[in-house]
């Protein structure tokens, strides 16, 4: 029965191991967003609404009332879905400012793809310690999320540590994303060189 138990542990912990694994090259975005009404139309970083048909504030963007608990949880996390892709989508147009605010009105600020974008957002318009902090809180959340470990690494490139994107490069590896833009973006930000440790 110990051996039984002492099994089942072993294959759940590898289970667990495989799982990271998978979320950290699954959390590569490599695709740009498509345009579409957000920045094709609405102004002022308003974000198109498919259900209202016109551009409406992120800030604007709540669940509707009488929802049980688990049903408000639910619709704050689509609609803080809907506001990474716009926030990705402002980004891409290079509308860091309006990015960052549909990121702001996320329900969930600890969400590590919220933190990371903050990151990126706040260190494109030219605050880089606020954007490093903001990587390091989203890798506290979740050590593998490789996408914030790429967009440190760059970020460390920018700031002369070569050896600490280094570092984040193979951190990405050693985490199952090899294969992945975010290691790919990062090595190529090297100039294509390897980290050998």
Not at 47 to 70: N, Q, R, V, Y
Request: glycine share 6%.
């Amino acid at each position: 029965m110990l051996r039984h138990t002492m099994l089942l542990s072993f294959c759940a912990a590898v289970s667990l191991a495989a799982l990271s694994a998978a979320r950290a090259a699954d959390s590569d975005t490599t695709t740009p967003p498509a345009a579409t009404q957000t920045t094709t139309t609405c102004t002022d970083g308003k974000i198109w609404s498919d259900e209202k048909k016109e551009c409406i504030a992120p800030e604007d963007l709540k669940p509707a009332d009488g929802k049980t608990p688990e049903e408000q949880k639910k619709s704050e996390r689509r609609i803080d879905d809907k506001l990474y892709e716009a926030a990705r989508e402002f980004a891409y147009a290079g509308q860091y400012e309006n990015a960052l605010r549909a990121l702001r009105a996320a329900h969930d600020q600890e969400d590590p793809r919220i933190l990371n974008y903050l990151g990126y957002n706040t260190r494109k318009l030219g605050n880089m310690q606020l954007g490093m902090s903001y990587y390091r809180r989203a890798l506290q959340k979740d050590e593998n999320y490789i996408l914030a470990r790429s967009y440190m690494g760059q970020a460390l490139i920018e700031q002369g540590d070569i050896e600490g994107a280094r570092v984040q490069l193979v951190e990405i590896r050693d985490r199952g994303g090899e294969n992945t833009w975010a290691y790919r973006a990062l090595l190529q930000s090297l100039g294509g060189e390897r980290a050998s440790y």
